[in-house]
Structures are given as C-alpha cells and as structure tokens.
C-alpha cells in the first residue's frame, strides 16, 4: 500500500525557517516528479513547488520563489521541502504528492495520484 508521509511541520516565528520531509512507502517513486502543495483554512490548495524525478527540473509558485527549496533524495524515497524568510501567509496544511507518471512536473493538483495526511505549518507574527 502507498503512503506519504510528511513530517517538519511546527510553529515557527517570522523570518523563521522550517524544513519538511516526505517519506513515501510502498512503491519507489524515483522515477516520478513530486510535488508539496499547501491549504490555507478557507482556501483552495495551492501549488507550491514540483521537482522532477532526477531533480533536474524545479518549479515553484509565485508565492514562495526565492525563499523555498525543493530538493529529493531518490535512495530514501523521499522529497524536501526547505523554507525560509517565512511569513504568516505561509501558514497551512502542506501537502506532498507523487505524480506516479514519467509525465513532467506539473503545477496542478489534478495531475497527481498519491497524496499525503499533510503537516500543519504556522507562522507567527
């Protein structure tokens, strides 16, 4: 059965930084991209980052350009989330996903096939 597991969420002050992990078990995914989305209360789940399945293609949401880093390590099976210079309007649930496809990354969350539970994120102010 596939899971995704994500982990690293917490409460973190502005400007702060956190780094969330996604373990995913099952099935390899080494040969997919992945992505991390996130759903604000009230919001829509949003894009916020993609990487390819050797890591050679990144893509990020407008939001969080420059201040986040998605990276994976294919051994592990598992995909990273780095966030810096946060904001209170990072706080959400952050969501990984597999797009269990040799398709490229996507930015829509239509496109992909496994999710995770999620991990709560809040920024203070």
């Known amino acids: 059965q596939v899971q995704l597991v994500e982990s690293g969420g917490g409460l973190v002050q502005a400007g702060g930084s956190l780094r969330l992990s996604c373990a995913a078990s099952?099935?390899?995914?080494?040969?997919?991209?992945m992505g991390w989305f996130r759903q604000a209360p009230g919001k829509e789940r949003e894009f916020v980052a993609a990487?390819?399945?050797?890591?050679?293609?990144?893509s990020y949401g407008d939001s969080v350009k420059g201040r986040f880093t998605i990276s994976r390590d294919n051994a592990k099976n598992t995909v990273y989330l780095q966030m810096s210079s946060l904001k209170p309007e990072d706080t959400a649930v952050y969501y990984c996903?597999?797009?269990?496809?040799?398709?490229?990354?996507?930015?829509?969350?239509?496109?992909?096939?496994?999710w995770g539970q999620g991990t709560q994120v809040t920024v203070s102010s």
């Open positions: 996903a597999v797009r269990a496809r040799m398709f490229p990354v996507s930015r829509s969350r239509g496109d992909y096939d496994y």
């Open positions: 099952g099935r390899s995914f080494s040969n997919y991209p």
């Open positions: 990487i390819s399945w050797n890591s050679g293609i990144t």
